[in-house]
């Protein structure tokens, strides 16, 4: 069974920037996908950057420009670098990865605990 560990988020000004991380708990075959999203209070929790096992991203309009998601395979993680941050961008934000476990298994989702973002003058 995969976990997904998240850190990196905290408190940061308006401008400021974080880098949160997501690590897999154990290594496994392969991965479809990873990405993170977010949740703001009073507000559907939404995608906010994803990447593909080839290097595809894409990414949120809110967020482009701004946020960089990027991952270190040997480790099993997934970064997301969060430059200029807005007010806006508070919220919970999760990691979710999209894993193989197995030779010739299926894909299964998983999602990490979720990591505070708090954007504040």
């Known amino acids: 069974q995969v976990q997904l560990v998240e850190s990196g988020g905290g408190l940061v000004q308006p401008g400021g920037s974080l880098r949160l991380s997501c690590a897999a708990s154990?290594?496994?075959?392969?991965?479809?996908?990873m990405g993170w999203y977010r949740q703001a209070p009073g507000k559907e929790r939404e995608l906010v950057a994803g990447?593909?096992?080839?290097?595809?991203?894409n990414y949120a309009d809110s967020v482009k420009g701004r946020f960089i998601i990027s991952r270190d395979n040997a480790n099993n993680t997934v970064y997301l670098q969060m430059n200029s941050l807005k007010v806006e961008d508070t919220a919970v934000y999760y990691c979710?990865?999209?894993?193989?476990?197995?030779?010739?298994?299926?894909?299964?989702?998983?999602w990490g605990q979720g990591t505070q973002v708090t954007v504040s003058s």
């Open positions: 979710k990865m999209k894993i193989r476990e197995l030779l010739s298994g299926p894909l299964h989702d998983y």
């Open positions: 154990r290594s496994f075959f392969n991965f479809n996908a």
């Open positions: 990447i593909t096992s080839g290097g595809s991203t």
